[in-house]
């Protein structure tokens, strides 16, 4: 359906998380997350405390219902007693902290004369200490925008934060994380909510990832630049999901949540048209009903003490089928709160029992409860514990569905692009200072002395490579985007003698066609081979036809230098002299053979050891003279 993002009162700003690769913010181990010797594991079982407003937080709350428990694995060098909460921070490091500022300076953002490092509560044990440390270094004014095809978006705030762990699985009730993602520093951009459309959304979360890839610091690749997408509908509630990745299905996952709002809102309208204005459920013990059953799925869980406990939604029929939005129905949607506390789900009357072998149960469910023609049944069996918390989860939630849309934090789907419930919206009860670290004083001058450190955006960059270097627009875009653009600026300033163009075209499709076509493993080409390379094309020794076979070879016999493999492998430039006694020779073979003939076996023979124009001025100045 087409949404009309305007009248449905839409509301969304982002949260851009950027990780830098400039090792850890309070220590000094490496961020590279190599992950190859892991050298110890911890275990923890964090609690909730309360902030410094007295309350505790509502996320942390939660947490510590599910009861989970946590096993850290550290990596030589990715992990140190810093991260295992075992030794005190050290001191903010120095680069991050610079390219933070130097961020906050590009967008125009006030930074304050001190700033103080905060302890952000958090309970999902992604942090083996129970808390991140985040500090606020720039706070957004009527000049911090980005400036859009839809209007300015103003930036809220920015801060410098570490990183959480990297969960590795999970098993019951345990969740393993790894410690080498913990603590890289991560800055974060908050947005006003001036976002228009999902379209929107799109083109500012790529503007804003544009200017921070400008810096040299930041880290390339999946998973290091992640968005918050805040989103409401009718000035209602906020939900919030966080860590999307991928930045060119954005747009699919806002418009996914936003009819997942929009289904929400129509079916409190619906269950009000209906009379609906109370729910009045309750969880009751049916366990007995299944003692006998034939259905597997439960007898095996009953046989492991498991109880079941049902519940009847009135006037529910038929809704957990429906869609909430594309490939998501109300039913996953309502068996995700059940799964937060440890249930493998749900079962329920919308569903087909026959595939559980549960009619018959169902059946004196319906007279057990007196359910009407109107209603859902659905049950939960599980362990005690886990299957009372788990249907309170989903009764809490059906009894929110007569007020709409609730305030939570959501994950995202990447394959469905679509959300699922997390935990409540976190507060400002979980902040409180962090009393390890010491203030951050801003000298007087520091900000002007390191301004000189400010890199060229990547728009200036491909704008200056269509006006300087002359290459065209899409070469020019795709080469500053690219993770060889340093390398490319290394070779085009120092080998001005050699086209920019065949520069760009060796980055972007040389060597893709060599890995995709060819299987090519071009990793193994480091930065000294392709100055090696290039120096050779700067002097007349390689020419640009030649350079695939070339780091063919390189990467066959890495051992060998740039002028060995040339020599060895004939892939030196033919003069012209040589050029046209090969062509004599071919002709001598081939005779009375059309000139177009000669010109193409003339062009594989000489395998782009002499110019290509050339060939075909040579083939016809010979032939001219037989």
Request: aromatic residues 6%; glycine residues 6%.
């Amino acid at each position: 359906m087409d949404i009309d993002y305007k009248a449905i009162g839409f509301k969304c700003g982002l949260e851009i998380h950027q990780a830098l690769d400039t090792g850890k913010l309070f220590c000094s181990c490496s961020s590279a997350l190599n992950e190859k010797i892991e050298f110890t594991e911890i275990k923890r079982h964090l609690r909730p405390v309360a902030g410094e407003t007295g309350t505790v937080d509502a996320s942390a709350l939660f947490e510590s219902l599910r009861k989970r428990n946590f096993i850290y694995h550290a990596y030589k060098d990715e992990a140190c007693l810093v991260d295992m909460d075992a030794e005190p921070p050290h001191d903010i490091n120095e680069k991050a902290k610079k390219t933070a500022l130097l961020f906050a300076m590009l967008l125009n953002m006030d930074i304050p004369d001190v700033i103080h490092v905060m302890r952000k509560t958090v309970t999902d044990g992604s942090a083996t200490s129970g808390f991140q440390r985040t500090a606020l270094v720039a706070t957004g004014n009527e000049t911090s925008y980005i400036d859009t095809t839809q209007g300015k978006v103003y930036l809220e705030n920015m801060s410098l934060e570490e990183d959480a762990s990297k969960i590795m699985g999970k098993e019951g009730n345990k969740t393993h994380y790894s410690l080498s993602r913990l603590g890289i520093p991560l800055i974060e951009l908050g947005t006003a909510p001036d976002i228009k459309d999902a379209d929107h959304v799109k083109e500012t979360a790529a503007m804003i990832g544009s200017l921070l890839r400008s810096f040299p610091e930041t880290k390339r690749g999946i998973g290091t630049i992640r968005q918050d997408i805040n989103i409401s509908v009718f000035d209602g509630a906020r939900t919030e999901i966080k860590g999307w990745q991928d930045l060119s299905r954005i747009k699919l996952i806002t418009e996914n949540e936003v009819k997942r709002h929009l289904f929400l809102l129509g079916l409190k309208t619906e269950l009000e048209s209906k009379g609906i204005k109370k729910l009045d459920i309750k969880p009751v013990d049916v366990t007995d009903i299944f003692v006998h059953t034939k259905s597997r799925v439960i007898s095996d869980l009953i046989r492991q003490n498991a109880i079941v406990l049902a519940t009847v939604l009135p006037g529910f029929k038929g809704i957990l089928q429906r869609e909430v939005c594309p490939k998501k129905t109300f039913g996953r949607e309502l068996a995700e709160y059940a799964k937060s506390f440890g249930s493998n789900g749900m079962i329920h009357t919308d569903e087909d029992l026959s595939k559980y072998n549960l009619a018959h149960e169902f059946n004196l469910l319906k007279k057990l409860l007196n359910a009407q023609p109107d209603d859902l049944i659905l049950i939960i069996a599980e362990t005690k514990t886990i299957a009372e918390q788990s249907i309170d989860a989903v009764i809490m939630r059906t009894k929110y569905v007569l007020k709409g849309v609730p305030e939570e934090t959501r994950i995202p789907n990447h394959v469905t692009a679509t959300s699922s419930y997390a935990r409540p919206l976190s507060g400002a009860h979980r902040m409180y200072p962090e009393t390890d670290v010491k203030t951050i004083c801003i000298a007087p001058g520091y900000l002007d002395r390191i301004r000189k450190d400010m890199p060229e955006t990547l728009e200036s960059k491909r704008s200056r490579f269509e006006k300087e270097l002359k290459l065209n627009a899409e070469l020019a875009s795709t080469i500053t985007i690219s993770h060889y653009l340093s390398t490319f600026e290394t070779l085009t300033k120092k080998y001005k003698n050699v086209d920019a163009k065949d520069i760009a075209n060796f980055f972007i499709n040389t060597l893709s066609d060599l890995k995709k076509r060819e299987s090519i493993d071009i990793s193994r080409l480091s930065e000294t081979d392709y100055e090696d390379m290039f120096a050779q094309v700067s002097d007349g020794r390689l020419l640009k036809d030649t350079i695939s076979q070339f780091v063919k070879i390189k990467i066959k016999h890495p051992e060998l230098f740039a002028d060995e493999i040339i020599t060895n492998y004939n892939l030196a430039p033919l003069t012209e002299s040589e050029a046209k006694n090969i062509i004599d020779a071919i002709i001598a073979e081939n005779p009375n053979t059309p000139i177009g003939a000669v010109i193409g076996m003339s062009m594989s023979k000489l395998k782009g050891r002499f110019d290509g124009k050339k060939i075909a001025i040579l083939v016809g100045n010979i032939l001219s003279r037989k």
